[in-house]
């Protein structure tokens, strides 16, 4: 028997605006994506990927089909239902989003204050050693200011990493740092993900990361 995928999306259309300024931005969306599993999404601007990530990501709400993220159909859920969706997905974006009055493991320590139940020394500690994972065991205590663009980057892998959560969602990971750097990040995600045989479906124009990937999907005007 096939485990359940981590994301089964069905007939999935999205449209933004009303009436006649109604603009159709994602069409009868079908995909899979299985634990473990590493799918990158590329395509032309403006073809419907980050808008794709973010139904995906329960930061937004299901219009048209069936959208089920770790077995929870998010068609219809209400905001309680996406709030916990939510917190069971590692989500890195283009710019690292740390908070520059916390230090690094104080970033990568607020995902897991979302669960309440991990008292505040071990906090510290799983995060120290998530950097450690991310070879930054000896910046921990940097603020992020402190810190280079690959560095952050890496904080902020170490932050959607900690939970150790089935599903992580990546827009553009590598597009505001160079090439050799770039590269080391997305090797730090590849081996961590493999490790936790936790999903990555990662949004990309970077053609040079592209042999991390399991499977490559293509969108083009809202079409996958
Ligand atoms: N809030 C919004 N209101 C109206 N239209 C929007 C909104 N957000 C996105 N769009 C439109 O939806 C389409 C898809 O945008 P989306 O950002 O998903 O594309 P993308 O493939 O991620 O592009 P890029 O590679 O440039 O980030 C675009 O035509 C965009 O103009």
């Known amino acids: 028997m096939n485990p359940t995928p981590v994301i089964a999306i069905q007939n999935l259309t999205y449209s933004f605006g009303k009436g006649v300024l109604q ?5 009868d969306i079908n995909l899979e994506v299985n634990r473990g599993e590493i799918v990158i999404l590329m395509g032309p601007s403006g073809s419907g990927k980050t808008t794709l990530l973010t139904l995906i990501g329960a930061l937004r709400s299901v219009q048209t089909g069936s959208l089920k993220v770790l077995d929870h ?12 969706v939510r ?14 009055c916390l230090t690094a493991w104080e970033n990568v320590g607020m995902s897991l204050k979302l669960h309440q139940q991990i008292p505040p020394s071990e906090r510290r500690e799983r995060a120290i050693t998530m950097l450690q994972a991310v070879g930054l065991g000896s910046q921990a205590t940097d603020y992020p200011d402190h810190l280079s663009g690959g560095q952050k980057q890496r904080v902020a892998i170490a932050r959607a990493l900690v939970n150790h959560p089935p599903l992580i969602l990546a827009d553009e990971p590598t597009a505001a740092l160079d090439r050799k750097t770039g590269r080391d990040v997305v090797d730090i995600l590849q081996r961590l993900a493999k490790e936790q045989h936790c999903a990555i479906l990662l949004v990309t124009h970077d053609n040079r990361i592209l042999d991390i990937a399991d499977r490559i999907v293509q969108m083009e005007d809202g079409h996958l």
């Open 73 to 84: 159909e998010l068609q219809g859920a209400s905001k309680l239902k996406r709030i916990q």
């Open 87 to 100: 917190s069971q997905i590692g989500f890195i974006f283009q710019t690292h989003n740390l908070l520059r």
């Open 23 to 27: 603009k159709t931005v994602l069409a």
